[in-house]
Protein backbone atom coordinates (compact mmCIF):
# COMPACT_ATOMS: atom_id res chain seq x y z
CA UNK A 1 0.00 0.00 0.00
CA UNK A 2 1.77 3.14 -1.31
CA UNK A 3 1.01 6.45 1.08
CA UNK A 4 -1.65 8.02 -0.92
CA UNK A 5 -3.75 4.60 -0.06
CA UNK A 6 -2.95 4.48 3.24
CA UNK A 7 -4.08 7.90 3.67
CA UNK A 8 -6.95 7.08 2.16
CA UNK A 9 -7.75 4.23 4.48
CA UNK A 10 -6.84 6.74 7.44
CA UNK A 11 -9.42 9.12 6.24
CA UNK A 12 -11.90 6.96 5.57
CA UNK A 13 -11.33 5.11 8.82
CA UNK A 14 -11.89 8.68 10.73
CA UNK A 15 -15.01 9.40 8.38
CA UNK A 16 -16.72 6.40 9.41
CA UNK A 17 -15.91 6.77 13.23
CA UNK A 18 -17.18 10.17 13.17
CA UNK A 19 -20.27 8.93 11.26
CA UNK A 20 -20.91 6.09 13.32
CA UNK A 21 -20.57 8.31 16.61
CA UNK A 22 -22.85 11.23 15.56
CA UNK A 23 -25.38 8.17 14.89
CA UNK A 24 -25.33 6.94 18.13
CA UNK A 25 -25.54 10.00 19.66
CA UNK A 26 -28.26 11.21 17.42
CA UNK A 27 -30.32 7.93 18.73
CA UNK A 28 -29.34 8.38 22.08
CA UNK A 29 -30.89 11.62 22.29
CA UNK A 30 -33.59 10.79 19.75
CA UNK A 31 -34.39 7.79 23.08
CA UNK A 32 -33.97 10.23 25.64
CA UNK A 33 -36.09 12.06 24.19
CA UNK A 34 -39.23 9.94 23.94
CA UNK A 35 -38.29 8.78 27.81
CA UNK A 36 -38.78 12.20 28.57
CA UNK A 37 -41.26 13.47 26.79
CA UNK A 38 -43.49 9.87 27.88
CA UNK A 39 -42.67 10.21 31.42
CA UNK A 40 -43.81 13.72 31.19
CA UNK A 41 -41.03 16.00 31.68
CA UNK A 42 -39.95 16.70 28.42
CA UNK A 43 -36.33 18.05 27.30
CA UNK A 44 -36.17 21.80 26.49
CA UNK A 45 -33.22 21.20 24.68
CA UNK A 46 -33.91 18.09 22.65
CA UNK A 47 -35.45 19.20 19.37
CA UNK A 48 -32.60 21.36 19.17
CA UNK A 49 -29.83 19.46 19.46
CA UNK A 50 -31.27 16.70 17.46
CA UNK A 51 -31.58 18.80 14.52
CA UNK A 52 -27.70 19.99 14.50
CA UNK A 53 -26.80 16.45 14.68
CA UNK A 54 -28.49 15.31 12.19
CA UNK A 55 -26.99 18.61 10.05
CA UNK A 56 -23.78 16.97 11.15
CA UNK A 57 -24.20 13.55 10.64
CA UNK A 58 -25.81 14.62 6.74
CA UNK A 59 -22.32 16.78 5.98
CA UNK A 60 -19.73 13.91 7.98
CA UNK A 61 -22.03 10.91 6.09
CA UNK A 62 -21.89 13.01 2.37
CA UNK A 63 -18.49 13.14 2.87
CA UNK A 64 -17.81 9.30 3.91
CA UNK A 65 -20.43 8.56 0.68
CA UNK A 66 -17.74 10.91 -1.67
CA UNK A 67 -14.85 8.67 -0.13
CA UNK A 68 -16.68 5.23 -0.93
CA UNK A 69 -18.42 6.93 -4.68
CA UNK A 70 -21.37 5.84 -3.32
CA UNK A 71 -23.20 9.40 -4.27
CA UNK A 72 -26.31 8.39 -6.68
CA UNK A 73 -24.30 8.50 -10.27
CA UNK A 74 -24.50 6.92 -13.79
CA UNK A 75 -21.48 4.42 -13.89
CA UNK A 76 -22.88 2.23 -17.06
CA UNK A 77 -23.92 5.91 -19.18
CA UNK A 78 -19.71 6.94 -18.55
CA UNK A 79 -18.88 3.19 -19.27
CA UNK A 80 -20.93 3.72 -22.76
CA UNK A 81 -18.86 6.65 -23.44
CA UNK A 82 -15.56 6.69 -25.74
CA UNK A 83 -12.48 7.30 -23.34
CA UNK A 84 -12.10 10.39 -26.16
CA UNK A 85 -15.09 12.22 -24.91
CA UNK A 86 -15.18 10.88 -21.58
CA UNK A 87 -11.80 12.49 -20.16
CA UNK A 88 -13.28 15.99 -20.95
CA UNK A 89 -16.68 15.25 -19.04
CA UNK A 90 -15.22 13.72 -16.08
CA UNK A 91 -12.73 17.30 -15.81
CA UNK A 92 -15.31 19.24 -15.89
CA UNK A 93 -17.68 17.05 -13.37
CA UNK A 94 -14.64 16.85 -11.10
CA UNK A 95 -13.80 20.87 -11.57
CA UNK A 96 -17.19 21.58 -11.04
CA UNK A 97 -18.07 19.37 -7.79
CA UNK A 98 -14.58 20.09 -6.43
CA UNK A 99 -15.53 24.23 -7.16
CA UNK A 100 -19.06 23.92 -5.40
CA UNK A 101 -17.60 22.38 -2.01
CA UNK A 102 -15.27 25.33 -2.33
CA UNK A 103 -17.89 27.59 -2.54
CA UNK A 104 -20.25 25.95 -0.24
CA UNK A 105 -16.74 26.15 1.97
CA UNK A 106 -15.81 29.76 1.50
CA UNK A 107 -19.67 30.65 2.36
CA UNK A 108 -20.00 28.56 5.20
CA UNK A 109 -16.77 30.25 6.40
CA UNK A 110 -19.01 33.92 6.05
CA UNK A 111 -21.88 32.45 7.76
CA UNK A 112 -19.57 31.53 10.82
CA UNK A 113 -18.49 35.10 11.04
CA UNK A 114 -22.10 36.65 10.88
CA UNK A 115 -22.70 34.02 13.39
CA UNK A 116 -20.49 35.47 16.13
CA UNK A 117 -22.18 35.52 19.28
CA UNK A 118 -25.34 33.40 18.80
CA UNK A 119 -26.18 30.84 20.69
CA UNK A 120 -28.38 28.21 20.72
CA UNK A 121 -31.71 28.85 22.13
CA UNK A 122 -32.55 26.20 24.41
CA UNK A 123 -28.97 25.81 25.49
CA UNK A 124 -27.33 29.38 25.80
CA UNK A 125 -23.75 27.92 26.32
CA UNK A 126 -23.43 26.38 23.04
CA UNK A 127 -22.64 29.08 20.14
CA UNK A 128 -24.35 28.87 16.86
CA UNK A 129 -20.72 29.30 15.35
CA UNK A 130 -20.23 25.64 16.94
CA UNK A 131 -22.94 23.96 15.74
CA UNK A 132 -22.86 25.39 12.45
CA UNK A 133 -18.99 24.87 11.54
CA UNK A 134 -20.21 21.44 10.20
CA UNK A 135 -20.69 23.57 6.95
CA UNK A 136 -17.32 24.75 5.97
CA UNK A 137 -16.07 21.92 7.70
CA UNK A 138 -17.84 19.22 5.93
CA UNK A 139 -17.46 20.83 2.15
CA UNK A 140 -13.86 20.34 2.87
CA UNK A 141 -13.78 16.95 3.61
CA UNK A 142 -16.05 16.57 1.09
CA UNK A 143 -13.41 18.04 -1.59
CA UNK A 144 -10.40 16.22 0.41
CA UNK A 145 -12.70 12.85 -0.82
CA UNK A 146 -13.23 13.68 -4.20
CA UNK A 147 -9.00 14.60 -4.19
CA UNK A 148 -8.17 11.27 -3.00
CA UNK A 149 -10.93 9.84 -5.38
CA UNK A 150 -9.25 11.45 -8.35
CA UNK A 151 -6.62 8.98 -9.01
CA UNK A 152 -8.97 5.94 -9.54
CA UNK A 153 -11.57 8.31 -11.50
CA UNK A 154 -8.43 9.15 -13.56
CA UNK A 155 -7.79 5.31 -14.26
CA UNK A 156 -11.64 4.84 -15.32
CA UNK A 157 -11.97 7.94 -17.76
CA UNK A 158 -8.94 7.12 -19.53
CA UNK A 159 -10.29 3.11 -20.02
CA UNK A 160 -7.17 2.06 -17.80
CA UNK A 161 -9.68 0.31 -15.25
CA UNK A 162 -13.20 -0.91 -15.94
CA UNK A 163 -15.66 1.86 -14.34
CA UNK A 164 -16.63 1.03 -10.99
CA UNK A 165 -20.66 -0.28 -11.08
CA UNK A 166 -22.43 -0.30 -7.74
CA UNK A 167 -25.26 -2.84 -7.85
Excluded at 31 to 60: H, K, M, N, P
Excluded at 106 to 132: A, H, K, M, N, R
Aim: proline residues 4%; charged residues 15%.
Amino acid sequence: MNKFDAARSVFERLLETITVLLIISLAAVVVLGVIFRWAGESLSWYDEVASVQLAWLTYYGASLAALKRAHIGVPGLIAAIPPLYRVPLVICSEIVTIGFFLILAWYGYIVLIILEGDTLISLPFIGTQFTQSVIPIGAILFVIAEVLNLPQIWREATGQVEVLRYE
